[in-house]
């Protein structure tokens, strides 16, 4: 079940002042800024990796007590897939239906099907180490591992940020194609706009610790707001 | 023949039993070490002053200590875990800080729990580094192990500090080369328990 996530007067020191945001079940956001805007702060704050000084992170009406429980619920994309080195591919993909104790039959369908729908076979990849696996292979992984237990909130942090603009693209749109199916509520980090008008339906611009626009993803080019101008200009291609 | 094989019994439960302690308590120490930065120097640097004591005068200054000294075997097992303790903890330390962040990281944000993270990704991860310690441990043991039999603690130091007052140079070899085979075998088998881990 998609989960609806609640920013209520948020601040970290230094980093983030007095957010405020609501995003609900279902939907999916890009947080979108230049390096140190605090999006990167604000999408931790949601599984408990950082810790507000001020104000409270809701989630589903209620603010989180005990981080585990939610963390087993939510999924967690970051750059550089973060995959266990000591795993297989199929063990790395198993782990959180093995800390939920799913049964093995349930854990291994479910795992071939996904590694199957992101293009990476089962019976050539399930068996093997992330080492052996190429930049775009091991995020796929990655994705395959956030997802297999279908988690009501999607947390990504700049997932495809290290990957070559070929791959980046093919993966945004397993991403975007996965999407459909999973029903869960996602929140995207990334300074591509392109990228973040991809995946998102909505589209929330960090600037200097605060939100400085939030808008349906289809109108951000022609949104006025200054650090919103500088992006869209920042991206658009010489003439 | 048999004082040799005795001997090499001897110095084999004298290494076995000192390192076996000095891992049950140097991995928890090093796991703990890793983890608070202040704390943990502080303990590596009483380790390592340990580690400086020339192992005679560590043997010697174990004597006169009550429950632990005295003559014989116990003070030199002793004596050998306080030498192994080292490279235990340090290689324990090194393995568990080496540990990749963003994999780290990766754990936590599935729920791990801290104890499931220890088990399951730092442990495991450290393990090459932990066993590399272990194997330094072990074949430094077997070395220093000789020297025990100064203060009666048994072993092929025994032949050795004979074959010396004695001046028969097959006696000190009936010690030395039985030692330095132990030492080849345990340094050949680690390192192939350590290369298997490493993937």
Redesign the interface.
């Known amino acids: 079940m998609p989960a609806s996530i609640e920013f209520r007067g948020v601040s970290v020191a230094g980093i983030l002042h007095d957010l405020d945001l609501r995003i609900g079940a279902g939907e999916a956001v890009a947080f979108i800024g230049r390096s140190g805007a605090g999006k990167t702060t604000s999408l931790r704050l949601i599984?408990g990796?950082a810790t507000p000084t001020r104000g409270d992170v809701i989630i589903d009406g209620a603010a989180v007590t005990d981080?585990?429980?939610?963390?087993?619920r939510?999924g967690?994309i970051?750059q550089?897939?973060?995959?266990?080195?000591?795993r297989t591919v199929y063990e790395n993909v198993a782990?959180?239906p093995r800390?939920l104790k799913w049964d093995e039959t349930k854990t291994r369908e479910e795992a071939t099907k996904l590694l199957d729908r992101l293009g990476l076979p089962a019976a050539q990849f399930a068996g093997r180490?992330p080492?052996s696996l190429s930049g775009g292979e091991q995020q796929r992984v990655g994705i395959a591992?956030a997802i297999v237990a279908r988690p009501g909130i999607l947390?990504c942090d700049e997932p495809f940020g290290a990957l070559d603009p070929i791959v980046r693209r093919e993966l945004q749109d397993s991403f975007t194609a996965i999407r459909e199916e999973r029903n869960a509520t996602i929140v995207f980090v990334t300074h591509d706009l392109a990228e973040a008008m991809r995946v998102a339906e909505r589209v929330v611009v960090f600037d200097g610790g605060r939100i400085v626009a939030d808008t349906p993803a289809r109108e951000l080019p022609r949104h006025d707001a200054p650090a919103v101008r500088a992006l869209v200009a920042a991206a658009s291609l010489p003439a | 023949m048999t004082t040799i094989l005795r001997a090499t019994g001897e110095h084999v439960v004298i290494v076995v039993v000192a390192v076996v302690i000095a891992i049950a308590i140097g991995v928890p120490l090093g796991i703990w070490a890793a983890r608070r930065a202040r704390a943990g120097g502080a303990a590596l640097r009483v380790v390592d002053a340990i580690q400086t004591i020339p192992s005679l005068a560590l043997f010697g200054f174990l004597i006169p200590i009550p429950f632990i000294g005295g003559i014989g075997m116990r003070t030199a097992i002793v004596a050998l875990i306080l030498y192994s303790l080292l490279p235990v903890v340090r290689n324990t330390v090194t393995g568990i800080r080496g540990v990749e962040p963003a994999v780290r990281e990766a754990g936590v944000a599935m729920g791990f729990t801290p104890r499931q993270l220890l088990f399951e990704v730092e442990l495991p991860l450290a393990m090459p580094s932990i066993v590399a310690g272990i194997r330094i441990a072990t074949v430094t043991a077997i070395g220093v192990a000789t020297i025990a039999a100064a203060i009666g603690g048994g072993g092929l130091g025994t032949l050795i500090f004979r074959g010396v007052a004695m001046v028969d140079s097959k006696l000190i070899l009936a010690g030395a080369l039985p030692a330095a085979a132990l030492a080849l075998v345990a340094d050949v088998v680690m390192s192939a328990i350590e290369r298997r881990l490493i993937r």
């Open positions: 599984n990796l981080f585990i429980p939610l963390r087993r939510t967690y970051i550089g897939s973060g995959l266990f080195p000591h782990t959180l800390l180490y080492r591992r947390l």
